[in-house]
């Protein structure tokens, strides 16, 4: 395994899905990297398992696509797709510029001033912090606002759905500074603020695509990540 940071330890209880989630969460971070082979024998030797734990937790993940496992060969951490990743990038546009309208009419001035608080804490980390706390504090802002929609429920559907476009977040917050992120989350709170829907939905616009503005640069400084980058022709 290519990284050599200290590796996460399972707790007390269920096996599968502690390794499930810390195995997902090192893919969607890039801990390890898209093509790198994964071993069942080593993982099982690092969290002090069994294979069979491990095996399982392979077979999840390849059910996310995270993994795939190419008999005789072994098991590999899946490219990202492109076409998976526009597609993704469009569901959540649609989906999150309709919660940013529901925000606007139901926000007080309370969740205004703990937004902002947000907005504050991004700008600390994002001059201090790691791309990984950065990315940590992104997905807590959004969580935040289908929360105020009250819509929480859709947070967790758009985490699932939003695998292949996390691998590609984290990948661009090492690549470049989360700035123009504050910047554009902060004009999010503004336009909620100044109870402007068309406002909000027109700044949450803007933020959504980045990633698709970005992707083909974050694909040419890392192309043997990719899979269907052909479609961006």
Same mark, same amino acid.
């Not at 269920?14 to 790198?36: F, M, S, Y």
């Not at 597609?87 to 902002?116: C, K, W």
């Not at 939905?201 to 269907?228: C, Q, S, T, W």
């Given at each position: 395994?290519?990284?050599?940071?200290? &590796?996460? &330890?399972?707790?007390?209880?269920?096996?599968?899905?502690?390794?499930?989630?810390?195995?997902?969460?090192?893919?969607?971070?890039?801990?390890?990297?898209?093509?790198?082979?994964?071993?069942?024998?080593?993982?099982?030797? +690092? !969290?002090? %398992?069994?294979?069979?734990?491990?095996?399982?937790? /392979?077979?999840?993940?390849?059910?996310?696509?995270? %993994?795939? +496992? @190419?008999?005789? @060969?072994?098991? /590999? +951490?899946?490219?990202?797709?492109?076409?998976?990743?526009?597609?993704?990038?469009?569901?959540?546009?649609?989906?999150?510029?309709?919660? $940013?309208?529901?925000?606007?009419? @139901?926000?007080?001035?309370?969740?205004?001033?703990?937004?902002?608080?947000?907005?504050?804490?991004?700008?600390?980390?994002?001059?201090?912090?790691?791309?990984?706390?950065?990315? @940590?504090?992104?997905?807590?802002?959004?969580?935040?606002?289908?929360?105020?929609?009250?819509?929480?429920?859709?947070?967790? !559907?758009?985490?699932?759905?939003?695998?292949?476009?996390?691998? %590609?977040?984290?990948?661009?917050?090492?690549?470049?500074?989360?700035?123009?992120?504050? %910047?554009?989350?902060?004009? $999010?709170?503004?336009?909620?603020?100044?109870?402007?829907?068309?406002?909000?939905?027109?700044?949450?616009?803007?933020?959504?695509?980045? +990633?698709?503005?970005?992707?083909?640069? $974050?694909?040419?400084?890392?192309?043997? !990540?990719?899979?269907?980058?052909? $479609?961006?022709?």
């Amino acid at each position: 395994m290519a990284s050599t940071r200290p &590796m996460p &330890m399972l707790k007390e209880g269920a096996v599968v899905p502690q390794l499930h989630q810390l195995l997902r969460d090192r893919i969607i971070n890039c801990d390890l990297e898209p093509g790198q082979r994964l071993s069942e024998t080593e993982f099982a030797k +690092v !969290y002090d %398992v069994s294979r069979q734990p491990v095996r399982e937790a /392979f077979i999840k993940l390849a059910n996310e696509k995270l %993994v795939i +496992v @190419r008999p005789q @060969r072994g098991t /590999f +951490v899946r490219l990202i797709s492109v076409p998976d990743t526009l597609t993704s990038r469009f569901v959540r546009e649609a989906v999150e510029v309709d919660l $940013i309208r529901r925000v606007v009419d @139901r926000a007080t001035p309370e969740i205004v001033a703990e937004l902002e608080a947000q907005i504050e804490l991004q700008r600390e980390v994002a001059e201090t912090g790691t791309p990984a706390e950065f990315m @940590r504090l992104d997905e807590a802002f959004h969580r935040r606002l289908a929360e105020v929609a009250g819509k929480l429920e859709i947070s967790e !559907y758009l985490l699932a759905l939003n695998l292949q476009i996390n691998r %590609v977040r984290n990948i661009s917050a090492r690549l470049f500074e989360p700035d123009k992120l504050v %910047v554009q989350h902060a004009a $999010i709170v503004t336009a909620i603020r100044a109870e402007d829907a068309t406002m909000a939905e027109g700044e949450m616009r803007e933020h959504l695509r980045k +990633v698709k503005e970005d992707l083909p640069h $974050i694909i040419l400084a890392n192309p043997d !990540y990719f899979e269907g980058a052909e $479609i961006l022709l």
